[in-house]
Every structure is written in structure tokens, then in C-alpha cells.
């Protein structure tokens, strides 16, 4: 045998070391040529010896060694032990009417339960995890593009004071020089005044001294006595240069006049999604009855949209195209009168508190701050529908075109466009036509969920606009008419929460899609617009009613 090609040679005997391999022992897995075939079982007498075709080995299970009997294989299982076993264990003591199971159907058994494992994680598990790659990819992508942002808009806000304080150090200039100009002016003119003066006393002191010294008594006689002519002197001017008043400012009062940094922490989920068994809240978290904690009237006809931002703020809109506020005990506070002209398409406090709407019909975000409304962001081609303020700061809007054909999703920072979610990866609508009203919402775990009432499914993208999943209702419904949900909101456990007007009752779905369960009773009738306080009630807009409801549904 020719060493350097030994790789391309038949296999060989392990007793001669000579001949091809034709058989092989299964009891003490060692290839075996026709020849040896009888020395090895004399050498080995103790030894079930298993001596099976080379081809029949190759198909055959390899069954392990007995640590009790080494000379036999485990060919059995033991059920109660959970370990393999010989045929002689089976008859001992130790394992005296155990159940045992032949090892081929245990290995079949294991065989189909790793298919399956091998499947789900082909099928499943990889495919997430790319998903999951991909997004972190494109968050790195929008993370270098908003700080470049970021820093671009510092320099140019930079530069804009620089502008100002140029400007301002220009003014104050031309403003010295012409104080002093009038100064000089006054000063100088003054001096004249004086130095003519001076010129007329020597005049006087030489004519009377050209008096004393003449022999001529006429002239003598004529001289008049001058001194009340010299003897009030000119006003003294007092004259001040202008005082330029400083202010001793610190780095951190320039830090919050030029504008500062919010640093937002990177924060990971406490629930993160659990593939095939999605992380859910307990049953019994639910209370088994939700509990109406308080309501009140709103003088709403048709309200549509409720925003909690304290017990003290609960602000409303409905059909009469005002926006209201509200304390806990239902009084009506403040009554905003808006350009809408019917109604405002809803409402929302941004992170700097100042109350925002959406005027569809103007086609422009409102801002109302102290003062009148003015217009925020103005649109040209489409209208503005729902609104979300996010835990970032940016805003999500709803937009439709004039024929209400097409609807998008669009963030902004500030009044800046930062992304636009409208397709999903196969390029077709997220978002079905014919209705802009998509009442919208962003979950804890950044993800940007849509109540599409028209289409009856509640969409779900990631925080990049990637398709997540879509809620059609849940299956085992026995409700007399078709979903269609209106108002959506989360809440601190990453739960979706939508109302289901016609069927009067709310949804609650987990970060997943899961429906967990349902909020009925409470006398509700029509929910729509939804928003979470801060003692973990939901407070609910009924839209026939007027009415806002407040309910307990979950043990804190």
C-alpha cells in the first residue's frame, strides 16, 4: 500500500492489517476480513460477538457498552432508571419491574423529537435572529444619519448665535460712536464758546490798559468798565460715557440658553419575546371583573379622543370641533376652540408640554401654547390623521392622500421628516385606503402599532417599519359583529390595548400578537379613543355617550 494515497485505498482488516474489509463486529466495533473472522471470536469468548456484512453495519445502530456488564450492549431503555440497560440488567434486582423500552424505538423516538428541533430552528428560530440582525443593522444606519443630525443642527444653531452676537456687537458699536460723536460735538462746541471768550477778555484788559496809559482825558472818560460783561461764566458741561452693564453668566446658564443634550439611556426589554411560548401576563393578574373606578360627561355628541397627562389634565375631542380639559371629578377646566371646523382628527402632549392637534382639513399639525393656536408642521399633499407622541420625543403621524387611497405612517423630529412606513417588504400597503382614521400608538418595546378600523387588524411594525404581525381579532370570538378596532394605547407591560366599538369591549393583546384578554362590562357602549394614567387604569372615550370612563383592569 502506497502511503501517500492511502486515503484513496480500501479499508483494511484490523487484525492481518492486509486484506479489504468485508465484515465488521459490532460487539467490539472492529473491521474484520473473511480470514480472521474465527480468530477474533477465539481471542474473544466472553463476547456476544455481533458479526454483520459491511454494508448491513453501515445501516445498523451503534449501541453503547454496559457499565454494570462490559462485555454486552444496551439494547433496552429503562424507563423508571432513565438510562440504557443490557439484557442482563433487565433481569437483575436492581431493576426488578421497571418498565423498559427497546433502545431502537427510544432512538426513534429521539431521532424525530431532533428533526423537529433541527426544523424549528431552520424554520423559526434562525430566520428571527436574522430578522433581529438586520434591524440592528438599520438602527446603526439611522444611528449614524441622526447624529450627524444632531450635530449638524449644533453647528448651524451655533453659527446662528454667532450671527446674532455679531450682529449685536455691530449695533452696540455704531451705537458708542454716535454717543460719542455727540459728545465730541458738545464738548468741542463748548471749548469754542470758552476760547471766544478768553479772545474778548484780552480785548478788554489791552483797551484798558491802552486807557491807563494815554494822557488823553476823553479817552480816559470813555472807558467802560467791562467786568459785568465777563463776570457770569459758561455752564460746565458734565459729560458721562455710556456704562456697558455686563451680567456674569456660568457655562451651565449658556448650556440652557443655547440649547442641551438629552441623553436618553439605552435600556433593554424586561420581557423580550420568547419564540413558540410567548411571554404572557398570568390569568389571575387580570381581575376577573374589571372595576369602573369613576366616570363623567363630557357634552360631547360624537367624542372621539381622550390624552391623560395628569389628574388635573384629561383633555377631550369630539364632533363640536373643541378641545376640553377635565379634572378626575369630571369639571370641565378649559375649553379650546379649534380652526377644524367640526373636529380635530386627535390629540397629543409632546415632551415639552405643550398640547398638539391635527387639523385634516387645513392639512397641518396645530400647537397650542400660551396665545393663539399656531400651525406646526404644514403639509402640501396629504392629511394628517392620528398622532403619537413617542418615548424618544419624535411624533407619529397618519397621513392620507386627497383620495384617501393611501395611508402612511411618518416620524418626525421636531418639524423634520425622519422616516416613512407605508409598505411592507414585499412592497405592498401596510395600511388599507379609503379611511384616514388610524388611530396609532408606539409600544414599550419601540414598536409602532396601527388600528386599521376599516381593514378590522391591528398592524404591527418594529421600531425600523419592519412587518412584525397583524391582529385580526381573536378566533374563538363568539361576537355578533366583525372587528373593527378604533382607539389603541399600551401600557407598562408592553400590552396592546384596542377598542372594539361595535362589539363593545377592549382587546388586550401581548407584545406578540397573543390575545390575552378581554375588558367588558362596565356598562361600556361604543369605545373609542384609549390612554393609560398613571395609576395603571385605562380611561376610555365612549363615542355615542359622551361619557369617559375610568377602569380598573389589572392587580398592580
Not at 9 to 26: G, S
Not at 211 to 218: M, Q, W
Not at 294 to 319: D, H, M, P
Not at 367 to 392: H, Q, T
Request: aromatic share 8%; with cysteine; glycine share 4%.
Amino acid at each position: 500500500m502506497n502511503p501517500p494515497y492511502a486515503a484513496q485505498d480500501a479499508a483494511r482488516c484490523q487484525i492481518c492489517e492486509t486484506a479489504v474489509v468485508h465484515m465488521h463486529c459490532h460487539s467490539c466495533e472492529v473491521n474484520l476480513c473473511m480470514a480472521c473472522i474465527g480468530n477474533h471470536v477465539t481471542l474473544n469468548p466472553r463476547t456476544e460477538h455481533q458479526v454483520l456484512g459491511l454494508d448491513l453495519h453501515k445501516s445498523s445502530l451503534t449501541f453503547t457498552k454496559c457499565c454494570t456488564h462490559p462485555n454486552q450492549c444496551c439494547q433496552f431503555y429503562c424507563k423508571e432508571c432513565d438510562i440504557p440497560v443490557c439484557s442482563k440488567c433487565i433481569s437483575s434486582e436492581k431493576h426488578s419491574r421497571h418498565l423498559f423500552l427497546q433502545m431502537c424505538q427510544v432512538f426513534e423516538s429521539r431521532k424525530s423529537t431532533i428533526e423537529k428541533d433541527t426544523k424549528a430552528l431552520e424554520d423559526v428560530v434562525c430566520p428571527k435572529y436574522e430578522n433581529i440582525a438586520q434591524d440592528i443593522e438599520n438602527e446603526l444606519k439611522n444611528l449614524e444619519s441622526e447624529f450627524k443630525r444632531i450635530t449638524t443642527m449644533v453647528f448651524e444653531h451655533g453659527k446662528e448665535w454667532h450671527r446674532r452676537i455679531d450682529l449685536l456687537v455691530s449695533r452696540l458699536k455704531t451705537e458708542i460712536n454716535a454717543i460719542r460723536e455727540n459728545q465730541i460735538y458738545a464738548l468741542r462746541k463748548q471749548l469754542s464758546h470758552v476760547k471766544n471768550k478768553i479772545i474778548a477778555i484780552n480785548d478788554a484788559i489791552d483797551e484798558n490798559n491802552g486807557a491807563l496809559s494815554s494822557k488823553e482825558v476823553i479817552r480816559t472818560l470813555d472807558c467802560k468798565i467791562k467786568f459785568t460783561n465777563f463776570n457770569q461764566l459758561p455752564p460746565a458741561l458734565y459729560i458721562q460715557s455710556p456704562i456697558f452693564s455686563t451680567r456674569s453668566i456660568t457655562d451651565e446658564e449658556v448650556s440652557q440658553l443655547f440649547g442641551s443634550l438629552k441623553t436618553l439611556p439605552i435600556t433593554v426589554q424586561k420581557e423580550s419575546e420568547t419564540l413558540n411560548d410567548p411571554t404572557k401576563l398570568s390569568p389571575t393578574q387580570f381581575l376577573e371583573e374589571p372595576e369602573l373606578v369613576s366616570s363623567f360627561y363630557t357634552s360631547f355628541q360624537k367624542l372621539c379622543n381622550v390624552e391623560y397627562k395628569n389628574a388635573e389634565n384629561i383633555w377631550t375631542s369630539g364632533k363640536d370641533g373643541t378641545i376640553k380639559k377635565f379634572n378626575l371629578q369630571g369639571s370641565c377646566l378649559k375649553t379650546i376652540i379649534t380652526s377644524c371646523g367640526t373636529w380635530p382628527a386627535d390629540i397629543a402632549w409632546n415632551h415639552t408640554g405643550e398640547l398638539l392637534y391635527s387639523d385634516s382639513v387645513a392639512r397641518s399639525l396645530k400647537i397650542v401654547k400660551r396665545g393663539p393656536v399656531k400651525n406646526w408642521i404644514k403639509f402640501k399633499f396629504w392629511k394628517p390623521g392620528n398622532i403619537c407622541v413617542c418615548f424618544s420625543g419624535d411624533l407619529l403621524v397618519t397621513l392620507c392622500n386627497d383620495e384617501e387611497t393611501q395611508v402612511k405612517v411618518v416620524r418626525y423630529s421636531g418639524p423634520t421628516e425622519k422616516q416613512t412606513i407605508q409598505f411592507d417588504e414585499e412592497g405592498k400597503p401596510l395600511y388599507s385606503g379609503n379611511s384616514k382614521i388610524k388611530y396609532i400608538s408606539e409600544n414599550r418595546n419601540l414598536d409602532v402599532c396601527v388600528a386599521d378600523s376599516h381593514a378590522g387588524v391591528i398592524v404591527v411594525v418594529n421600531q425600523a417599519g419592519r412587518f412584525r404581525f397583524r391582529y385580526t381579532g381573536h378566533p374563538n370570538s363568539s361576537k355578533a359583529k366583525p372587528f373593527k378596532p378604533y382607539g389603541i394605547t399600551t401600557d407598562s407591560w408592553s400590552q396592546i390595548l384596542t377598542s372594539d366599538s361595535d362589539n363593545h369591549c377592549i382587546h388586550i393583546l401581548d407584545q406578540t400578537g397573543q390575545f390575552l384578554h378581554y375588558i367588558k362590562n362596565c356598562h361600556l357602549q361604543n369605545p373609542h379613543g384609549l390612554c393609560v394614567d398613571d395609576r395603571f387604569n385605562l380611561i376610555v372615550a365612549e363615542y355615542y355617550s359622551g361619557m369617559i370612563k375610568i377602569i380598573k383592569y389589572i392587580h398592580k
